[in-house]
């Protein structure tokens, strides 16, 4: 099952208190205070790992508690440690404040471990308050608690380039003959329900491309699947919106800019290409110059995802698209 958001309650451990002890030796009647420290509390740790695609497992979970350190003991000794407990996600992965939707964490690197919570400190024993004023002290330092918080977890999937479309109109198909990438296509809407990544290799530079479930008029509202998916192209560079050249693509091409539009988090001020697709549906060319006379725009590729035209022409264009130096940071 793909599971792109959970929400998770965390918490690290407590330290381990500290030990009020005094040496007993033969012949000492009265020893120094000797109660060893607390062990830390455990922290909460969140482990990038690429061969992890869903967040299906912390659904699963819903809680993750680190361990408690231990107290401390008599003849110094220093209680043991709290086990950290681990979180593992796919690259991608952010945390966010469950309340103040503030971004806590930023996952992307395979292998990196990232702490969200410390775990308490241990309380000091008894053996570090000896003084000359106290000769034996009879108090030692609790532990410091643990922190709790409720996080979202949400997947971010990462991609260069993210392909938006109406139901039907061939994002799928062109996923599969750019890349290797195998996902489901039919002739009904709706088809793909997940997010799809492909990777096209182009001169020696690798550009991954994210097909997600059709968008239709309202899906900002909650129409069809939603605009859920549109989360998941936020990291990209930018978007490729795919048009079925036979389905009145001029206001296919509205609706989905709208949609884009309304959902906001800087999907819309993105570079784009359109896809003109199912030219093999337009032998004489005519339904692609009535496009051109309506919508005028630098970046349109005219092709066939079933027949195969022109997938050079697409290939360059996402390429560019994926290459293209980052715009407004000098
Ligand atoms: N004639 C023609 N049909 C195409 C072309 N590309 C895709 N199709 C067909 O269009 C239908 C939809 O293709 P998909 O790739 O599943 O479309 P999608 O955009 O991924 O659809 P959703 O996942 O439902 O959003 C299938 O029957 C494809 O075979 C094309 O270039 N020409
Ligand atoms: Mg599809």
Redesign the pocket.
């Known amino acids: 099952m793909f599971v792109d958001e959970a929400t998770i309650v965390v918490r690290s451990g407590a330290g381990g208190r500290g030990a009020v002890s005094f040496r007993r030796e033969k012949y000492i009647p009265r020893g120094g205070p000797d109660g060893g420290d607390g062990g830390r509390g455990g922290d909460v740790v969140f482990v990038v790992r690429q061969n992890v695609k869903t967040l299906a497992a912390l659904r699963v979970n819903g809680r993750y508690n680190a361990g408690n350190g231990a107290g401390g003991a008599g003849r110094l000794m220093t209680g043991r440690d709290g086990k950290d407990v681990q979180i593992v996600v796919p690259p991608g992965t952010v945390v966010l404040d469950a309340e103040s939707r503030d971004l806590l964490l930023d996952l992307t690197t395979p292998g990196r471990r990232s702490v969200l919570l410390q775990g308490g400190r241990g309380g000091k024993g008894n053996a570090h308050f000896k003084s000359s004023r106290i000769q034996a002290p009879r108090f030692a330092q609790p532990g410091e608690d643990g922190e709790e918080r409720t996080v979202v977890v949400e997947l971010r999937i990462i991609a260069d380039i993210g392909?938006v479309?109406?139901?039907?109109?061939?994002?799928?198909?062109?996923?599969?003959v750019l890349t290797a990438a195998k996902?489901?296509?039919?002739?009904?809407?709706?088809?793909?329900?997940v997010p799809n990544l492909g990777v096209m290799r182009v001169h020696d530079h690798d550009v991954v491309l994210a097909?997600i479930?059709?968008l239709i008029a309202g899906a900002s509202g909650g129409a069809g699947l939603g605009t859920r998916f549109l989360k998941h192209l936020s990291r990209t560079v930018g978007l490729a919106f795919?048009l079925?050249l036979?389905d009145d693509p001029v206001s296919a091409l509205a609706t989905l800019e709208a949609e884009v539009k309304a959902y906001g988090a800087g999907l819309a001020t993105k570079e784009s290409v359109v896809f003109l697709?199912?030219?093999?549906?337009d032998p004489e060319g005519e339904l692609a110059r009535r496009f051109f006379r309506e919508v005028k725009r630098d970046r349109v590729v005219v092709?066939?995802?079933?027949?195969g035209?022109n997938l050079e022409g697409a290939r360059r264009v996402l390429y560019d698209l994926a290459t293209a130096p980052e715009r407004g940071e000098q």
């Open positions: 392909f479309g109406l139901p039907n109109a061939g994002k799928s198909t062109l996923l599969k996902p489901r296509v039919a002739s009904y809407p709706f088809t793909t329900l097909d479930p059709g795919v079925d036979s697709n199912k030219s093999d549906l092709l066939s995802a079933a027949t035209h």
